[in-house]
């Protein structure tokens, strides 16, 4: 078994004394490698968290998360557990404790977060396949940031137990891999049967608001891209996304999140006053603050904007739209231009959380040595279609386009 500490260029994985973990010698995931998110028990590991004395509390665990159990179950062999943003509550990849993994599409840029050592230890070759979780963007920002696949489930389809809770009513796990091939090979694995499949030509829907939301240079890339889409699969059709717009459904999602983590959190904070790191402490302060009337509008228009969703997409329609506004920031940039550009990707990536639909994001295109992805949202239940289909797409868009 490989150590944490071997072998790991990017800083992807938490420098833990190697323990064994038991896993399937036959299975659909044999042969494939798994590095596991560190808010997830792994036996014989520690559940750290991104935070230091969420660690000294932690203790050794004796059993693994049930997520965590259904990869080893098909046969994925475990090789260590990776780095995560401080109490996984970002989505640029920073750790003020521990450091920030490389993102090795882009060593001078963000790896993205929280989870950033799942995606490094995948974009990196250092596992096949790595499992991460995604509250706010956690999977499907990284995989955009360093030219990944990745999966937001449907809300609740897969378990959480075992595992650091954020924000449940948004908290999902979700993964990486490198390539289509290996992304439906996980996902049939671990998602097992549609309850809603998608029919095989599915409806294709252009976000066209979202797009919008892009960077104008990513935008026509990401258009040229779509247009393609159009003359190889099916005509696309324009659809408005938000409703009534991002502002409303921005703010809706943030005090959603920051009402349900001081719920998951406040305890903690409160009696051993943890030091946080920048951003971090700002977000918990902001979670604490927000009222009963801010969350009774705020879960309102959550209703509002799933029922809108839902009627778009019915249960033959695939949304398609810009991941993130476009590739990652420069690890350089001020906090004030990184809090500028995590609001701007939660406007894109409210949508699914809001909804508690399935979202998957494609390796598309690259600008200014920077990864950038699209993305499918499509109905709840239809994963493994959604999966499926991201394939398809690739291979129509020719994947890569830069």
């Given at each position: 078994?490989?150590?944490?500490?071997?072998?790991?260029?990017?800083?992807?994985?938490?420098?833990?004394?190697?323990?064994?973990?038991?896993?399937?010698?036959?299975?659909?995931?044999?042969?494939?490698?798994?590095?596991?998110?560190?808010?997830?028990?792994?036996?014989?590991?520690?559940?750290?968290?991104?935070?230091?004395?969420?660690?000294?509390?932690?203790?050794?665990?004796?059993?693994?998360?049930?997520?965590?159990?259904?990869?080893?179950?098909?046969?994925?062999?475990?090789?260590?557990?990776?780095?995560?943003?401080?109490?996984?509550?970002?989505?640029?990849?920073?750790?003020?404790?521990?450091?920030?993994?490389?993102?090795?599409?882009?060593?001078?840029?963000?790896?993205?977060?929280s989870s950033s050592g799942s995606a490094a230890a995948v974009a990196a070759r250092l596992v096949d396949v790595a499992l991460g979780s995604d509250t706010g963007g956690s999977v499907r920002g990284p995989a955009s940031y360093c030219g990944l696949f990745?999966?937001?489930?449907?809300?609740?389809?897969?378990?959480?137990?075992?595992?650091?809770?954020?924000?449940?009513?948004?908290?999902?796990?979700?993964?990486?891999?490198?390539?289509?091939?290996?992304?439906?090979?996980?996902?049939?694995?671990?998602?097992?049967?549609?309850a809603a499949p998608l029919p095989d030509a599915p409806r294709l829907l252009r976000a066209r608001d979202c797009f919008e939301q892009t960077e104008k240079p990513v935008g026509k890339m990401l258009e040229a891209i779509v247009a393609r889409i159009d003359?190889?699969?099916?005509?696309?059709?324009?659809v408005t996304a938000a409703n009534p717009d991002f502002e409303p459904l921005y703010w809706a999602f943030r005090r959603i999140q920051g009402y349900e983590s001081w719920q998951s959190l406040g305890d903690f904070v409160t009696r051993w006053r943890p030091?946080?790191?920048?951003?971090?402490?700002?977000?918990?302060?902001?979670?604490?603050?927000?009222?009963?009337?801010?969350?009774?509008?705020?879960?309102?228009?959550?209703?509002?904007?799933?029922?809108?969703?839902?009627?778009?997409?019915?249960?033959?329609?695939?949304?398609?739209?810009?991941?993130?506004?476009?590739?990652?920031?420069?690890?350089?940039?001020?906090?004030?231009?990184?809090?500028?550009?995590?609001?701007?990707?939660?406007?894109?990536?409210?949508?699914?959380?809001?909804?508690?639909?399935?979202?998957?994001?494609?390796?598309?295109?690259?600008?200014?040595?920077?990864?950038?992805?699209?993305?499918?949202?499509?109905?709840?239940?239809?994963?493994?279609?959604?999966?499926?289909?991201?394939?398809?797409?690739?291979?129509?868009?020719?994947?890569?386009?830069?």
């Open positions: 078994m490989m150590t944490m500490t071997e072998d790991d260029p990017v800083h992807a994985f938490v420098p833990y004394p190697p323990a064994p973990v038991a896993s399937a010698t036959h299975g659909p995931l044999a042969g494939l490698t798994l590095a596991v998110k560190d808010i997830f028990d792994v036996a014989g590991y520690p559940t750290g968290c991104g935070q230091p004395t969420m660690l000294a509390l932690s203790g050794v665990k004796g059993a693994s998360a049930p997520i965590v159990r259904r990869f080893l179950d098909a046969g994925a062999r475990f090789v260590g557990k990776t780095h995560t943003v401080e109490l996984a509550y970002s989505l640029n990849g920073l750790n003020h404790h521990f450091g920030t993994p490389i993102n090795p599409a882009a060593p001078d840029r963000v790896p993205g977060g990745g999966i937001r489930p449907t809300h609740g389809r897969l378990p959480l137990d075992a595992t650091m809770p954020l924000a449940p009513s948004l908290d999902t796990p979700g993964w990486f891999t490198r390539d289509a091939k290996t992304f439906e090979r996980v996902g049939a694995a671990i998602l097992g049967d549609d003359r190889m699969m099916t005509p696309l059709e324009d030091e946080l790191g920048v951003g971090i402490a700002e977000r918990v302060a902001f979670g604490k603050a927000v009222t009963k009337a801010e969350l009774k509008e705020a879960l309102a228009a959550r209703k509002t904007q799933r029922a809108h969703m839902a009627a778009l997409l019915g249960r033959d329609g695939v949304l398609v739209l810009p991941t993130m506004p476009g590739p990652a920031p420069r690890l350089a940039a001020t906090e004030k231009e990184l809090e500028t550009s995590r609001a701007q990707s939660l406007r894109l990536l409210c949508l699914a959380g809001l909804s508690g639909f399935p979202q998957v994001n494609i390796p598309i295109g690259e600008f200014d040595g920077g990864p950038f992805g699209l993305s499918l949202i499509g109905p709840p239940g239809s994963d493994l279609s959604l999966v499926r289909l991201a394939g398809r797409v690739a291979k129509a868009a020719a994947t890569r386009i830069a």
